[in-house]
């Protein structure tokens, strides 16, 4: 998954919108009225992290067709190449055991992703300039690795972790904001004062921003595992690698960064946040498997 990437930047302004709107109907006032009621904000925080995430799960296929302009392919055009990409990805979602995903085209550099609720309900969409770029087997490869990241359920363990993240983000920061509130400014009134208000809205920017290196650290474990269910499905590990290599040359071609975390490019350099290893370290993950 990112560097604040689709699934992430709309999780978060997501639990943003949740904690105001709470906020607005006095949540907040309940929560610190009359002293922290640490069970109470725990469960707002679960019902309200895990919530977030959840919406950012069921948004994931809508949100990445409108973002890239992805063209989801019906009924394949003159030519053979959808007809190719419709039966490849067919092909691969059997071996993996998944149902057959939406297949979408989008106009863009080399780049492609997955996506989607649940493994029985996903999109895979490759870029105009991958299929202009690469030969058919290095696509296939590529086609591959987003089928496995399906079959894996990577967008739902991603939302998972997430989810946990979001908890803690929320539980951590009106802790401190309560502290600050009572303690450092000392608030005697009932219910939520200004510093608490305060250091909560800022405390969820910072801890998400923190939370979010965390999830990318995540995102960059389950590219090997995909390589890996690539070159399995594949049958050898030279194609995915001829793929990579494709892509070394081309680091500056990225797909739209709303979407980094689901597509395939590596690299960056605010590197806690990226959500793919670098290129070099995955072929040389690739060159020791043994299929």
Known sequence: MKRILLFVLTN???VLVLGISASLLGVNRYLVGTGLNLGALLM?????????????????????????????IAEPAAGRTEAWLL???????????????????????????????????????????????????QVEAVLAHEVAHIANGDMVTMTLVQGVMNTFVMFLAR???????????????????????????????????????IVAAFSRHREYRADA?????????HSMISALGALAGQQDASMPKNLAAFGINGGGMMSLFASHPPLDARIDALRQLRV
């Open 87 to 137: 039966r490849t990805v067919g092909e691969l979602s059997a071996k993996a055991g998944i149902a057959m995903p939406e297949v979408a085209i989008f106009d863009g550099a080399p780049n492609a992703f997955a996506t989607g609720a649940t493994k029985n309900s996903s999109l895979v969409a490759v870029s105009t300039g991958l299929l202009q770029t690469m030969d058919e087997e």
């Open 229 to 237: 269910g690539a070159a399995e499905l594949m049958g050898q590990p």
């Open 175 to 213: 802790l401190v904001g309560y502290f600050v509130d009572r303690v450092l400014l000392k608030n005697e009134k009932e219910g939520a004062g200004v510093g608490y208000i305060v250091s909560v809205m800022v405390l969820d920017l910072v801890f998400g921003l923190v939370a979010s290196i």
């Open 44 to 72: 707002y925080c679960l019902v309200f992290g895990f919530g977030g995430a959840f919406i950012s799960l069921l948004l994931s296929r809508p949100m990445a067709k409108w973002s890239t302009g992805a063209r989801v």
């Open 12 to 14: 978060l302004a997501i």
